[in-house]
C-alpha cells in the first residue's frame, strides 16, 4: 500500500512563502514520478507541478511557473514544493500524488490527504 503525507500548509500574507513536503512510503519511491495538485473551494483540482524519478525533470502549470519550485529528495522520501510570491488565488487544498515514472505527467495512481494552504491578502 503506497502512502503519502503532505505537510507544512498553513496561514501566509500575500507576498509570503511555504514550503510544502510529501512524504512517501510503501512504493519504490526513487523510481516514481510525484506531482503536486490543488483544489480551492467550487473549483476543480488542477495540476501544479510534477517531478520524475532523478529529478532531471520538472514541470509546471503556467499560473505558478517561476513562483513554485518542485524538488525532490530520493534518500528520504520526500518531496517538496516551494512556493514563493504567493497571492490569495494560490489558497487551496495542496495534494501530493505518486505514479509510474515515464507517464503523463498529470496521471497518477496513489493520492495524499492534501494540506491547507490559505493566503490572506
Known amino acids: 500500500q503506497v502512502q503519502l503525507v503532505e505537510s507544512g500548509g498553513g496561514l501566509v500574507q500575500a507576498g509570503g512563502s511555504l514550503k510544502l513536503s510529501c512524504a512517501v512510503s510503501?512504493?519504490?519511491?526513487?523510481?516514481?514520478?510525484v506531482g503536486w495538485f490543488r483544489q480551492a473551494p467550487g473549483k476543480e483540482r488542477e495540476f501544479v507541478a510534477a517531478?520524475?524519478?532523478?529529478?532531471?525533470?520538472?514541470y509546471y502549470a503556467d499560473s505558478v511557473r517561476g513562483r513554485f519550485a518542485i524538488s525532490r529528495v530520493n534518500a528520504k522520501n520526500t518531496v517538496y514544493l516551494q512556493m514563493n510570491a504567493l497571492t490569495p488565488e494560490d489558497t487551496a487544498v495542496y495534494y501530493c500524488?505518486?505514479?509510474?515514472?515515464?507517464?503523463?505527467?498529470?496521471?497518477?495512481?496513489?493520492w495524499g490527504q492534501g494540506t491547507q494552504v490559505t493566503v490572506s491578502s
Open positions: 500524488a505518486a505514479g509510474a515514472p515515464y507517464s503523463d505527467y498529470t496521471r497518477y495512481d496513489y
Open positions: 510503501g512504493r519504490t519511491f526513487s523510481s516514481s514520478k
Open positions: 517531478i520524475r524519478p532523478t529529478g532531471s525533470f520538472t
